[in-house]
Every structure is written in C-alpha cells, then in structure tokens.
C-alpha cells in the first residue's frame, strides 16, 4: 500500500505544471549614466536601455550584467557602478508556495487572498475576473485577471457599468512585473478597508484593487525564489539576448510608439507590435471604460468637466516619485492644476516628489495612466514606492521594509486618493 502511495505521489508531481523558467541574468548591475533632461535622455531610451524610474541631478540609472557598460561607452555614454548582485544560486519555488524571497505573496496567495476577503466579508467585498493573461490566452498555464471591488454595497454597487451611483478609486500593482513591492501595498490595503477606521469610508466610496496586473511576468518573478528574477514585462514573445515580452507600460494606446519606447523585442521597454496589443492591456482598458465615464473630448489640451469622479493610482518603485500626465511630453493636461494639486498633496505625505514624468525623470509614451486621463478624463496618477539605494531601496527590499518603511508612507496617500477621487476637479 505505501508502495502504490508513493507511486502515486512521483505521478501527481510529473504531471503538475511546472513553474515559468527563471530566466534573466545571473549577475546584476545598477549603473550610473550621466543623461541630463533634453535628448540625451531620450536617446537613452531610444537605444533600449532598461532606464530606471530614477533620477539624481543629471545622472539616470541603468539597469543590465557586466557587458552593459562596455555597450553604454559604445554608444557614448559613461558609467559607473552604482550598486551590484553578485550572481547568486536559485532555489526555485514549489507552486505550493504561499510566499518567496521573505514573505512576498505568489500569485496563487494573492488570488486566494481575494477570494477569502470576499468570504469573509461578503457585505463589502466582490471578486471580478475581468480578463485572461497572455500565457492563458495560448493554452499554456497563465492565469485569470482578478479585481476586488470593495465597498458598503447598495444597489448598482461593483457593476461593471459607468453610471455606477458611487466613486471610484482604482488602485493596481506589478504591472512591471519585478516591482514586488506594489503587490504587497495592494494585499495590506485591502485588508485595511475591510478591518480599519477605512471602512467607514465606503459608504460613499468605491475602491477597485488590482494587485497583480502582470501575472505572467509575476510567475517568472518568483520562479526565482529567494533570488527573484527581474523580470518587468508580460510573457508574450521570445529574446535570445535580454528578457522575453512586452512592456505593459509603453503599450497602451495614448500616444503610442513616440518616446521613450522601443521596437527591439529584447529591450525592457518594448512597445510590442502596435497599440493595445497585450491582453492584459485590453483588458485593464476595457475594464476601466466600464468604470468610468468618459468626460473628456479629444485633443492633447481638452479639460474633463469638472463633475468627473474617480482616480486611478498605477504602483511602481522606485524612486519616489508621484507622477501625472502627460508622460510623453511636458505639454500641460487641460487639467494640470488640478493633477497638480492632488499629487503635490499625496507627495507632502509621504515626502515624495510630485510632477510630469518629463519633469522629473523623462518622458515615455503609451503608459497607462496616460491612456485613462487620455480616454476618459479620469485622474491617473504613478506611484514609483522606494528609494533608488538603502536597506529598502530598489526592486528587491528585504520583505520587514514593506511593514516598516513602505506601508506607513503610501497608507495616506492612499487615504488622500480616496478623498480626491470624489471630487478631483
């Protein structure tokens, strides 16, 4: 009998799907490289570099392995090394896992989490799948993509319709798949509204939670386990030189294929092959033009009218930054004063800098915070959570950073974009 058990168990673990690959280089490398804000930058992000959300002064950083300084001299660009992994030997995860590198949550915990928060508080919480990821999509694992609408429900609350009686304030994380600290801001807020004074919000309030937007990138992530790989796009495609897929970020269809975008396949920010190729793209569209009215007419300089309702928050790190649209130029929104003072207002709590991405950083094109305000008219703001060095800098902060440095600065934004969102402008 033990021995048909056992037998029984070898055929079980053959025939489980295995985990995506961990892929990605073994060493790597934060590299200095002077780029001040004019077309050096720019032609930075031209030739495919994976450019950090950083900046300090007229120095980016980028990240790559030891032959990414000889390729950045090439092409007349200095560096210096800045920080450096060693390589280091993988243990990849069991899919049993709940946890990786720490106490981060797998995908399978995030998901589960979702649906025990809708169990458990069946009078606020409701699980919405609102799409399938790429991998899914081909038949080849992949995952559903999940949304938790959380509120005091009444009739018409969590219907995926536009005219919805309440607010709505959208918040998602690991759209960039390697940025793991956004997942766990997602997990901790959620159980802040169902379990804290935050609850009492939800009267008049929606709040639509995403934590992992990318699950595919994600699986790759944590195929790593305690040496996550860094990995930041979708899984659709192949690379023999750099990591497969298409950046989630540059794909969305506001302005699509201009800066700050590439057309090499292997290049961190990779457009894909046109706008709102990606299903995980499509499907966050699709969803949000579901949640929202759009208020807004056409055109670079229109202002959405001021009975808009809503916001949309995109978590990413690092950097400290709170950034707003436009992303692909520093042209002013119709709306600029009034995205300038909800971000100036998120940022004076967290001690964050505030401004356009090509203020502060550069300029990207096909983002999706650009294609809410773009579409709809909704206030859309980026997150970049953490600092560029320090014990809980970077992608990879040892998980305590997340309790203790992270959580107690992006809980009052997050309180403050639900307080804006009623009434943003």
Known sequence: ???????????????????????????????????????????????????????????????????????????????????????????????????????????????????????????????????????????????????????????????????????????????????????????????????????AMLSDLEVWVVPIANPDGVEIVESGGDSPVLQRKNANGTCTSGSRGVDLNRNAGSHWGEVGSSTNKCSETYRGTRADSEVEVQALESLWRKLYRDTRAPGDTAAASADTTGAVISMHSYGNYVLFPWGWSTQKTGNDAALRKIANDMAALSGYTAGQPGEVLYNASGATDDWVYDDLGVPSFVWEIGAGSGRCGGFLPPFSCQKDVHWPKVRPMLVSAMNAAKRPY
């Open 1 to 199: 009998m033990r021995t048909a058990v056992a037998l029984f168990a070898c055929l079980a673990l053959l025939l489980s799907p295995a985990p995506a690959p961990a892929e990605g280089p073994q060493a790597t490398y934060v590299l200095r490289v002077p780029a001040p804000k004019d077309d050096s930058a720019q032609r930075l992000l031209r030739l495919g570099y994976d450019v950090l959300e950083q900046r300090d002064g007229d120095d980016l950083f980028v990240v790559g392995d030891p032959k990414t300084s000889q390729k950045l001299r090439a092409d007349g660009f200095p560096s210096t090394v800045e920080t450096a992994m060693p390589p280091s030997q993988r243990t990849p995860r069991s899919l049993e896992d709940a946890t990786y590198y720490g106490g981060y949550r797998t995908i399978t915990a995030q998901f589960a989490h979702l649906n025990e928060v809708a169990e458990a508080h069946p009078d606020l919480a409701t699980v919405v799948d609102y799409g399938d990821s790429w991998r899914k999509t081909q038949g080849s694992g992949g995952y559903d993509l999940k949304a938790l609408c959380i509120t005091r429900k009444s009739p018409g609350d969590c219907a995926l319709s536009p005219t919805a009686p309440k607010p709505r304030l959208f918040v998602m994380g690991q759209l960039h798949a390697r940025e793991i600290t956004t997942g766990d801001m997602a997990w901790r807020f959620i159980d802040d509204l169902v379990g804290s004074d935050l609850t």
